[in-house]
């Protein structure tokens, strides 16, 4: 461990300790890092790979539906269905239930990026979380999704 760590891990964090937000904003960090070494190379972010894996589970879905399944301002969406789309990874067509509507499609190439990033994802993930159990990860999955589905006070 070299000193800078040595010297960290000695400190006391005071009421932090017990205050989850702040262990959640630290797990996030390790999260990220590793996360974007994993990817990096491929010319993808988080938000692509959201968007991409509504897509292929959802082929024709439209743009304003993939964004508010996956919680992005309409503005953010279609900034980021541009890049998608400029990159050869996201088809854009019309919506036959909805001609106002932008319907999305993965292009091969998109497929193709997508399912290396998940083969990546997957290393990345059990990397991370090499330090939980099996039924741990799982208890954790299902606690991090009931919390991802509450709609608590002041939440849009």
């Given at each position: 461990?070299?000193?800078?760590?040595?010297?960290?891990?000695?400190?006391?964090?005071?009421?932090?300790?017990?205050?989850?937000?702040?262990?959640?904003?630290?797990?996030?960090?390790?999260l990220?890092?590793?996360?974007?070494?994993?990817?990096?190379?491929?010319?993808?972010?988080?938000?692509?790979?959201?968007?991409?894996?509504?897509?292929?589970?959802?082929?024709?879905?439209?743009?304003g539906?993939?964004?508010?399944?996956?919680?992005?301002?309409?503005?953010?969406?279609?900034?980021?269905?541009?890049?998608?789309?400029?990159?050869?990874?996201?088809?854009?067509?019309?919506?036959?239930?909805?001609?106002?509507?932008?319907?999305?499609?993965?292009?091969p190439?998109?497929?193709?990026?997508?399912?290396?990033?998940?083969?990546?994802?997957e290393?990345?993930?059990?990397?991370?979380?090499?330090?939980?159990?099996?039924r741990?990860?799982?208890s954790?999955?299902?606690?991090?999704?009931?919390?991802?589905?509450?709609?608590?006070?002041?939440?849009?």
């Amino acid at each position: 461990m070299s000193q800078s760590r040595r010297e960290n891990a000695d400190q006391q964090i005071g009421p932090l300790a017990d205050i989850l937000g702040y262990h959640f904003r630290r797990a996030w960090n390790v999260l990220r890092k590793d996360f974007e070494a994993s990817v990096h190379d491929l010319g993808v972010r988080q938000a692509h790979i959201g968007i991409l894996s509504v897509i292929r589970a959802n082929p024709g879905i439209n743009q304003g539906l993939a964004g508010r399944t996956l919680d992005i301002q309409r503005a953010n969406m279609v900034a980021l269905i541009s890049e998608l789309s400029d990159a050869g990874w996201v088809a854009r067509g019309e919506d036959p239930g909805d001609r106002r509507a932008i319907a999305l499609s993965l292009t091969p190439e998109g497929e193709k990026l997508l399912s290396k990033a998940l083969e990546r994802i997957e290393v990345h993930e059990n990397r991370v979380f090499s330090v939980l159990s099996a039924r741990e990860r799982q208890s954790l999955l299902e606690m991090l999704q009931r919390l991802g589905e509450s709609r608590p006070a002041g939440a849009e």
